[in-house]
């Protein structure tokens, strides 16, 4: 069964330093998102992709976000300047049209 | 605005009994519902969803739900449990306009031996 795919798994990075988490989505898969969850809490939209271009953003994805599918294949979520609060684990996931999502398993961010 | 509500953070329920986990929900127009399970440190893992037809929905795992539109609840059961369930258990609805899942904030699901 396909998959999405999200590496690394787990990454620690030093406050105030550039992250690109990357995820390749099913091949034939038309719309993504990045979703993240702080330890033990629900589940927060971050943003959906389709087309090239951001579709809807939630209020979490400020100017230290953003997305791009730089090759046609992966999908990256990169946090500029991280801080210690966006220590989470960030879930990718892609869409077919008119289907439902398939979620990757996720990257824990750690930002110490 | 579409919303989901967890009512419990912890669900404990001794190995071989039934057990439900809650949800209820609050949306304009048809409700697209979903369950899906965490366990520790891995993804989010489909269990199964609502979208139309039957009321009792039945997933992975030997999971199934049941859509109560007057009580607006989408509340997850299995008949026997077992000690491998205990997982954190998230219901979510899909934003019919823009495929957005709101989820909910989870109930921890605890199967005593």
């Known amino acids: 069964e396909p998959e999405v795919t999200q590496t690394p798994s787990h990454q620690v990075t030093q406050m105030g330093q550039e992250v690109i988490l990357r995820c390749v989505p099913i091949s034939n898969h038309l719309y993504f998102y990045w979703y993240r969850q702080i330890l033990g809490q629900k589940v927060e939209f971050l943003v959906s992709f389709y087309n090239n271009e951001i579709s809807e953003k939630s209020e979490i994805f400020d100017d230290q976000f953003s997305v791009e599918r730089p090759d046609g294949s992966n999908f990256t979520l990169k946090i500029r300047s991280t801080k210690l609060e966006d220590s989470a684990m960030y879930f990718c996931?892609?869409?077919?049209?008119?289907?439902?999502?398939?979620f990757g398993s996720g990257t824990r961010l750690t930002v110490v | 605005a579409q919303s989901v509500a967890q009512p419990e953070d912890q669900v404990n329920v001794a190995e071989g009994n039934p057990l439900t986990v809650k949800c209820t929900y609050s949306v304009s127009g048809n409700p697209y519902l979903f369950w899906y399970v965490q366990y520790p440190n891995r993804g989010l893992q489909f269990l199964l969803k609502?979208?139309?037809?039957?009321?009792l929905v039945k997933g992975s795992y030997g999971f199934e739900a049941e859509f109560n539109k007057s009580q607006t609840s989408f509340h997850l059961k299995k008949p026997s449990a077992l000690v491998s369930d205990s997982a954190l258990y998230f219901c979510?609805?899909?934003?019919?306009?823009?495929?957005?899942?709101?989820f909910g904030t989870g109930t921890r699901l605890k199967v005593l031996a």
């Open positions: 996931a892609s869409q077919p049209l008119g289907d439902d999502y398939t």
């Open positions: 979510a609805v899909r934003d019919g306009g823009t495929y957005k899942y709101i």
């Open positions: 609502y979208i139309t037809g039957d009321n």
